[in-house]
């Protein structure tokens, strides 16, 4: 009974990150069902280490991982689930696309994006789709700002 219990708050969670699309939920490493391979996986660690504000004991058990389409590339949606979380509800993110066989960031390395909810599109710019990101900044305020495709990362509009 205990475990399913976790097992329906950790689906919950992943759920409620505001990608609407489907993922696949595995407790094994948050990089098993994205299909990503152990070498991969150590490359976007390294890139998501140097650029979290914090870092927990596991980044594991603190990231979720899911496939995205970005259009005209795979992509990953990497959040924070508890230490790289905010007071307000925003959590850091990464967004990873497919080029030439590696898993490049979205964004710069300089950027701490926190967010509430990630959409995708529909509008697309350079084959890729634009990024809406909303953020909480009180419990009555969310902002959000839309990020296009500049043939390397996201930029906002």
């Not at 150590?42 to 991982?65: G, M, N, Y």
């Not at 789709?129 to 930029?155: M, P, Q, T």
Request: hydrophobic share 40%; charged share 20%.
């Amino acid at each position: 009974m205990r475990v399913c219990l976790h097992l329906s708050v950790a689906l919950l969670a992943i759920l409620s990150t505001g990608v609407s699309q489907s993922a696949k939920v595995t407790t094994e490493s948050p990089f098993a069902a994205a299909a990503v391979t152990p070498k991969e996986q150590k490359e976007i660690l390294q890139f998501v280490e140097h650029s979290a504000f914090d870092t927990p004991e596991s980044w594991a058990q603190e990231l979720q991982v899911k496939q995205i389409d970005l259009g005209a590339a795979p992509g990953l949606l990497i959040k924070g689930t508890h230490l790289l979380c905010g007071a307000t509800g925003n959590c850091q993110i990464w967004i990873f696309r497919k080029a030439n066989g590696k898993w490049l960031s979205m964004l710069n390395a300089d950027q701490t994006v926190l967010v509430d909810n990630v959409q995708l599109g529909p509008l697309r710019t350079r084959g890729i789709k634009d990024l809406i990101l909303s953020s909480n900044s009180s419990a009555e305020r969310s902002d959000s700002v839309v990020y296009r495709f500049d043939g390397n990362v996201y930029r906002p509009k």
